[in-house]
């Protein structure tokens, strides 16, 4: 793995512009074209591996934590766990998560796992794969995401009701507008009817208990770029159990396990030693760590609200509004080095499958809000 310093293609926000990622900078430049980082193939195949071999694992541990009734570690209220395990044992429909990886001597580390609603994923698929065809065509990009999406829409047609799906999320956020829409270009060139609805202007029709767009159409099936989290806290969200129609809604609720922290300590557990797992505890076991960890909320975004220790100190941490459900501790592993600069690596699993990887790199140690995205490619 090797950071590469290059010249951006001229007049590259027009070009990133034309693909219709218009947040490209934000306060500060997002998408990053001055350098790019380098793989072999072997690197590849180790990322590729690790990464199906986690999503097969995360797929027990759901089953395990259903099994066992281990909700009150997760911070689920107790109403909505019916529906998360209802939407599990009826193998509700899922199209797509973020592993995150810190990669220390060629090995990947999982950090997190974005389960529920992950972006970065058009810069992942679409923008950074026009980057490599005008400036490096004769190289290759570990990046299968835009063909594995449409597939996957296709697959998950003939279980959708009707064969039509809204799409939603905040409108007014840029970044999970383009998220979503991408998505749903994905599935329109799968062949699905699609609708794209303000999350916002999703309304409930008492009379009938249902879920309706703003033409008081019924909602059946939604592809929703909103956390579950806090769905779940909102009078909106009593809603889901209550709807006659029983929607599906993607991600489905049992994702909620997967994409808050709480899953740490019970993937270390199941799969103790796993060479892609780092050791991670809760409040009540973390002396087993010793002094060097991380202290991570179960549930948070962007970084916010992390500490990370070196021998009993403080090295790095971020503000936030996070914490209030708990925390979770796991052995510290920083992000490599370069001259200053901390690549993540997200490794994206669309329809049960590793699909590629995208690059957010920093100035330190914890990856934020001022994260960059980096392309990358295969020497």
Known sequence: MKRIIT??????????????FGFHTLDSTYWDESVFYEFSMQEIDVLE??????????????????????YAQFHIPDWFIPHIEKTWNEDAPAIYGRFDFSMRKG???LLEFNADTPTS??????????WLQDTQPNKDQFNS?????INYWKYLKNYLYDHYIHF???????????TTEYMRDCAIQAGLDTKFINLMDIGWNEEFQEFRDKEEVAIKSIFKLYPYEWLVNEDFGQHIIQDLNRTF?????WKMLLSNKAILPILWKLNHGHKNLLPAYYESDKNALGFSYARKPILSREGANIQLFENGRIISQTEGDYGEEGFIYQELCPLPDFNGNYPLIG????????????????????????SRFVPHLIQ
């Not at 591996?49 to 281990?70: G, M, P, R, T, Y």
């Not at 994923?121 to 026009?130: C, G, I, M, P, R």
């Not at 699993?349 to 140690?365: D, F, K, M, V």
């Open 249 to 253: 809604w993607i991600e489905p609720s």
């Open 121 to 130: 994923l058009f810069e992942a698929s679409v923008v950074q794969w026009y």
């Open 145 to 149: 995401i835009h063909e594995k999406l």
């Open 7 to 20: 010249t951006p293609r001229a007049n590259w926000q027009q070009k990133v512009e034309e693909l219709g």
């Open 49 to 70: 591996k690790a990464s199906n071999e986690l999503w097969e694992i995360c797929l027990e541990a759901v089953q395990h934590i259903i099994d066992k009734k281990l």
């Open 347 to 370: 490794s994206w699993i669309i329809g049960q499958e590793a699909a590629g990887i995208g690059i957010r790199e920093t100035n330190s140690l914890i990856t934020d809000n001022q």
């Open 168 to 178: 939603s999320a905040v409108q007014d956020n840029l970044e999970d507008f383009t």
């Open 107 to 109: 090995v990947p580390k």
